[in-house]
T-cell receptor, first 112, second 116 residues
């Protein structure tokens, strides 16, 4: 069973601060996705990383896939209240492992 | 709007009953996933269908079943409901369900099931 552990579970910061959340596994994933979920809504895809060591930037968000494709991080620069939400990572096994497995998420609150 | 439609949005039912949740995937997507989300367990993968065939199974209880129809919509059937089945149930669709980008999932707004 492929498990994804996300940390921290909860994070409360002030507007303008930087933060990093982590997604770790003992398993290798073919690709890894990050989603953001707001209350009462379904998760929304932010990015997909596929190559070990890959870094992708989306405005103030920077995503990195670990060299061994077992872990990933999401860094947010100058957080804004609109960044508040549940951040979920999801790993795709690849090959004949079709499952898309989600971590439990990091609940981020950015206070004005 | 993700393009994935789930109905109903809310459902309240009694223990022991049976309910059916419905999902219409994005136009052109062949793969449908069902997830259960609760506060303590997070998003739990239940089952995946691709073009009408079951492709992957997660921790789906025997009381639960699903299918994908020729028009690609999917239904999740939950029977002999228990209090612990209360949760948000999400449907997601993806283009193919394989490959780096074919698994990028687009989620519906979910069905909130409350068993009383």
């Amino acid at each position: 069973t492929q498990l994804l552990e996300q940390s921290p579970q909860f994070l409360s910061i002030q507007e303008g601060e930087n933060l990093t959340v982590y997604c770790n596994s003992s398993s290798v994933f073919s690709s890894l996705q990050w989603y953001r979920q707001e209350p009462g809504e379904g998760p929304v895809l932010l990015v997909t990383v596929v190559t070990g060591g890959e870094v992708k930037k989306l405005k103030r968000l920077t995503f990195q896939f670990g060299d061994a494709r077992k872990d990933s991080s999401l860094h947010i620069t100058a957080a804004q209240p609109g960044d508040t939400g549940l951040y979920l990572c999801a790993g795709y096994g690849g090959g004949s492992n079709y499952k898309l497995t989600f971590g439990k998420g990091t609940l981020l609150t950015v206070n004005p | 709007d993700s393009g994935v439609t789930q109905t109903p949005k809310h459902l309240i039912t009694a223990t022991g009953q049976r309910v059916t949740l419905r999902c219409s995937p994005r136009s052109g997507d062949l793969s449908v996933y069902w997830y259960q989300q609760s506060l303590d367990q997070g998003l739990q993968f239940l089952i995946q269908y691709y073009n009408g065939e079951e492709r992957a199974k997660g921790n789906i209880l025997e009381r639960f079943s699903a299918q994908q129809f020729p028009d690609l919509h999917s239904e999740l059937n939950l029977s002999s409901l228990e209090l612990g089945d209360s949760a948000l149930y999400f449907c997601a669709s993806s283009p193919s369900g394989t490959g780096f980008f074919g698994t990028e999932a687009f989620f519906g707004q979910g069905t909130r099931l409350t068993v009383v």
